[in-house]
């Protein structure tokens, strides 16, 4: 969304410590998740043109979305950004903050319109699977297979090159079939990364720690000789 200015978010949420990203998944994490360099439509900040995309869809003066939900804590105060952005551009939402257990809850039951969700960074295919996948139920923060049918034919490619890409041992041809699954998901723009956040951890000077990037803290440890 040209709306979306992630370096903003990092400098005013991570103190310019978060990296601003396209991607849903760290290719140094999952070996065959595509690069941002194979991402065909990135869609960079331009307020401008949001403006202006805004005013050629029938909405000159801007229009209201409805609520904008947001679990209390970390989330929230990404979502506040983010909606500030939107409203700059015109996109105004009403930003309701609740529990996590219960906007967890909504953003899985499909009961908003706008929402700030946060993944621990252990994000790899079976986590994209579970987001796109028809056989997914009762996980998905978006439903590509819904009501509206929007979206039927292409869930039904994200379950084929789901298969596939599960399915092949070659690693130049499960990164191709993942980098076009990849594009298709982000063109849809239901779901849009924004910046992946720092984590601060300490070491021992005397402790050789290399950590796999995961919130789940996977270390190779050693001490200094």
């Known amino acids: 969304m040209y709306a979306i200015d992630r370096d903003a978010v990092n400098q005013l949420v991570c103190d310019g410590y978060g990296t601003p990203t396209y991607m849903y998944i760290n290719p140094s994490y999952a070996a065959a998740a595509p690069t941002a360099d194979s991402l065909e439509n990135p869609i960079p900040f331009d307020l401008e043109k949001a403006k202006e995309l805004l005013a050629e869809a029938g909405y000159p003066d801007g229009v209201d979305v409805g609520e904008f939900i947001a679990a209390a804590g970390r989330n929230e105060s990404y979502a506040i950004a983010i909606q500030a952005q939107l409203e700059a551009a015109g996109i105004r939402s009403t930003l309701v903050v609740q529990d996590y257990s219960v906007a967890g809850d909504r953003l899985v039951a499909q009961e908003y319109d706008l929402a700030m969700a946060y993944d621990c960074g252990n ?21 590509f297979d819904g009501p509206a049918g929007k979206f039927n034919d ?13 399915s092949t041992a070659d690693e130049e041809e499960r990164i191709a079939i993942y980098t076009e699954l990849y594009n298709a998901f982000y063109d849809t723009h239901t779901l849009t990364p924004v910046i992946t956040i720092p984590s601060c951890i300490a070491y021992n000077k005397d402790l050789n720690a290399v950590a796999v990037p995961t919130d789940y803290r996977v270390y190779d440890w050693s001490w200094n000789t």
């Open 123 to 143: 994000y790899d295919f079976n986590n994209f699977e579970q987001q796109c996948s028809s056989a997914s139920v009762g996980i998905k923060n978006c439903v």
């Open 154 to 166: 292409l869930s039904k490619k994200f379950d084929e090159w789901l298969k596939a890409g599960a």
